[in-house]
Structures are given as structure tokens and as C-alpha cells.
């Protein structure tokens, strides 16, 4: 299943041309951390922070591993997830 999920997303009509480019650039900035941040409006974080909120309380399950969310995280496209994962 997650073979096919990999597939699903590595669509090349979903990766940009120039997506090699992005990995390179991404590798030089990030040489001293190993984690990738994303800057958000103070309105994103906002809203973000309201979804995963509801999500905890509605006991919603990682798509990952099929459990309820533990130490969960929350994507800039809304995707929730636990931190383990």
C-alpha cells in the first residue's frame, strides 16, 4: 500500500520540472539542520493550529499508522500526522 501511495504521489505530472534543482538548493541551506521550516502568515498558523486542534479532539487517526494522532504534527497543506512517523 505505501509502494503505491509513493507511486501515487512521485506522479511526474505532479513534481515540477525543476524539482532536482529545489532538492539541491534545499541540501546547500539546510547543511547545518537536518529540518526543513516553512514561513507562515500569522492568519496560516492561525487556521492551522485550529485544524489540528479539532483533529485531537475528534480523536481523528495518522494516516500512517491507522492509530490516533500522537505528538501530532500538522503539513502547510493541512496533511496531520504523528511526529514518530
Known amino acids: 500500500m505505501l509502494t503505491r501511495l509513493r507511486q ?18 534545499m541540501d546547500q541551506v539546510n547543511d547545518d539542520d537536518d529540518t526543513v521550516t516553512v514561513q507562515v502568515s500569522p492568519e496560516v498558523k492561525a487556521r492551522l493550529q485550529g485544524l489540528l486542534l479539532q483533529a485531537i479532539e475528534d480523536n481523528e487517526e495518522c494516516p500512517i499508522c491507522f492509530d490516533v494522532l500522537d505528538d501530532p504534527r500538522i503539513t502547510t497543506c493541512s496533511h496531520k500526522f504523528c511526529l514518530a512517523w
Open 8 to 25: 501515487l504521489v512521485l506522479h511526474p505530472g505532479l513534481i515540477p520540472s525543476d524539482y532536482v534543482d529545489q532538492l539541491r538548493n
